[in-house]
């Protein structure tokens, strides 16, 4: 049985080639052709409008009237703490280990055009989000069913962004902690499947509620003190940072006496990475964005815009330079194992020991996060709470186990087959309700220009789709009667 979940088995080889072969041929082809369409068509939002993200992100802090509202700071702030973690650490080292200094180039290149991707899916999720139990839901399957009227594609897609968060990508974040506390701690990976198994059970059947309460306390201190202790490393070591930029450009063409593999290997390492870490355009994100109460759905599409840059060219790019300027030309490890590595190279003994810490919080926060992508999806699908408790047993218990036993490679392999499979489904959507997305940028940026300084939307100014919009009357709670006032004169 152990034959089948290690790297060599049939399992792995067969996930692997089919992967190859999706990757190389049609997502990452997909996903380079629709983040520069998005770029085009939204004028370069993700560049041009840099200021009006960060001073939304800085207004969005004054939390709207109702208690149950979530603001779109705090839906950002939930956002980043699922990117921040296994795809930071362990991801950008497993595509530096397999495809060069060269695959952080094509981690930033993604996420640069990724961006205008994040804004239209989040945006869209805004527009369509439902009311429920006093707050909003939405994300994918809803704009499917109500934008594009596709019952069966809406109901796809919530089985297998279930399936990619709530099993494939959860055995990854326990394989991580399970390796990171094995190599610094000597933990056995099965004693530690158990310690995690029964943590996680005890907190998804919790709710939702206590896994934002989990997830709120450890998450922010963690990820402050990976940043503060790379940018000091950085800082140490400043004089290394033009032969590490160095490094990653000739590489990324080719280039170099140590140019990992050709030049599509490191493309599509870095772009999976890339994308298992910021998540723009894979469908994510915008089940927390569409949460989040604002006057107009652009806003939220900024903010989380402005999070794939948080994620990818501020933490990613601190671990691929602590890696590259010590240990990746004397390393064979992957993974977790070689920001280890890296790390204890740069602060002796600690830096494995901080990692294997840092890891687990990290990690673990996003076993429990990933859960709630799941219980949205499942709640989408039926009302029936048997589904409910069957995917908590599923989740907190089967896979978690399974990603402490399996291999690496198999359980990365998996991940990158979800992964695809959801974001081809999104890619999809928003590409055919893209221009629902670009109205709205043109109407923000109308009012904005006509002096409001917080721009209103009102389903009244899309009569054709009006219908399909739950949200967004003149009654609508997070809509004050200042706001209406000046969207009347503007209309």
Not at 31 to 38: K, P, S, Y
Not at 410 to 416: F, K, P, R, Y
Request: charged share 10%; hydrophobic share 50%.
């Amino acid at each position: 049985m152990m034959e089948i979940f290690s790297a060599d088995g049939w399992l792995n080889t067969t996930i692997v080639s089919f992967n190859d072969f999706f990757w190389s041929y049609i997502l990452v082809a997909g996903l380079i052709a629709c983040a520069l369409w998005f770029t085009w068509k939204t004028h370069f939002v993700q560049f041009r409008m840099v200021g009006e993200m960060i001073r939304l992100l800085g207004e969005s802090t004054n939390k709207h009237d109702g208690e149950k509202h979530v603001s779109s700071f705090q839906a950002f702030a939930v956002s980043i703490a699922s990117r921040v973690g296994t795809g930071n650490l362990a991801g950008v080292a497993s595509a530096i280990a397999i495809g060069g200094p060269g695959a952080v180039f094509w981690m930033w290149v993604i996420a640069l055009l990724g961006s205008a991707s994040a804004f239209v899916e989040s945006t869209l999720a805004q527009l369509y989000k439902r009311k429920h139990n006093g707050s909003f839901i939405g994300g994918p399957a809803y704009y499917i069913l109500y934008g594009m009227h596709n019952k069966w594609m809406s109901k796809l897609f919530a089985v297998l962004i279930t399936m990619t968060f709530c099993m494939a990508y959860i055995s990854v974040h326990s394989n991580t902690i399970c390796g990171a506390m094995q190599n610094a701690f000597g933990v056995n990976p099965l004693w530690m499947g158990i310690i995690l198994v029964v943590l996680s059970l005890s907190i998804v059947f919790g709710g939702i509620h206590r896994i934002a309460n989990v997830s709120s306390i450890i998450v922010p201190f963690m990820a402050v003190g990976y940043i503060i202790l790379a940018l000091v490393i950085i800082a140490l070591n400043i004089h290394l940072v033009p032969n590490v930029i160095r490094l990653i450009f000739e590489n990324a063409f080719g280039i170099g006496p140590i140019a990992g593999g050709s030049l599509g290997a490191m493309m599509m390492n870095g772009i999976k990475r890339g994308l298992f870490s910021n998540e723009a355009g894979e469908g994510s994100a915008p089940n927390i964005a569409a949460t989040a109460s604002t006057t107009h759905p652009v806003k939220q599409g900024l903010i989380q815009a402005l999070g794939v840059f948080t994620d990818t060219l501020v933490v990613c790019s601190c671990t691929a330079f602590i890696i590259i300027s010590g240990v990746y030309t004397n390393s064979t490890e992957s993974g977790i194992l070689l920001t280890q590595n890296a790390l204890q190279s740069e602060v002796g003994s600690a830096g494995p020991t901080f990692v294997a810490i840092a890891i687990f919080f990290f990690a673990f926060s996003s076993i429990i996060g990933n859960y709630y992508y799941g219980e949205a999806n499942v709640r989408f699908l039926t009302n029936r709470r048997s589904a409910v408790f069957a995917l908590r047993i599923v989740t907190g218990g089967v896979m978690v186990l399974f990603g402490a036993i399996a291999s690496l490679d198999l359980v990365w392999s998996i991940g990158d087959l979800f992964m695809g499979l959801i974001t081809v489904c999104n890619l999809i959507a928003i590409l055919v309700l893209g221009k629902q997305a670009f109205f709205l940028l043109d109407d923000y940026l109308r009012q904005k220009r006509a002096g409001i300084k917080s721009p209103v939307f009102h389903k009244t100014q899309m009569p054709e789709i009006a219908d399909d919009i739950e949200c967004w009357d003149e009654t609508d709670s997070e809509c004050t009667p200042e706001d209406v006032e000046r969207a009347e004169k503007e209309k």
